[in-house]
């Protein structure tokens, strides 16, 4: 068993799509219309067969308040790895990118946490 997709829910599809590829460096790899909405999916370039990571739309009426209680309570709804939180943490910065927590060293990985500007905190982490 592997994981072959996982969701975010965003508040706006084209906005996010923005903000993962152009910003955090995910590339497309599906995008297609369902409705008023498109099943859009984004991957890493370093695994363009690997896990997909499903942009979802906030449109059900439970995740909107599951959503802001994670925010309100600092919890990242997703975690990404990195080689270097300290150096991907300087880049998205130099992107505008808001960081809720500075890299944090842990003993055992390095974590920080930012607002992808869709209504999410992310979290990445590099393991030591």
């Known amino acids: 068993m592997r994981i072959s997709l996982t969701s975010v829910y965003v ?19 599906h995008d297609i219309p369902v409705g008023s909405h498109s099943w859009l999916t984004v991957v890493s370039p370093d695994a363009p067969d690997g896990p997909q990571l499903l942009l979802e ?5 439970a995740v909107r308040p599951y959503r802001d209680a994670l925010v309100a309570d600092g919890i990242p709804v997703a975690q990404f790895a990195v080689d270097d939180v300290y150096a991907e943490h300087e ?5 505008g990118v808001e960081f809720t927590q500075p890299p944090t060293d842990l003993e055992t ?7 992808d500007t869709c209504g999410n905190l992310i979290q990445i982490i590099t393991e030591q």
Request: glycine content about 2%; proline content about 6%; hydrophobic content about 45%.
């Open 11 to 29: 508040d706006d599809q084209a906005k996010a799509l923005a903000f993962y590829t152009d910003v955090l460096g995910f590339r497309k790899r």
């Open 57 to 61: 739309p906030i449109s059900h009426p």
């Open 91 to 95: 880049r998205l910065r130099a992107a």
């Open 109 to 115: 990985v390095t974590v920080a946490v930012f607002d």
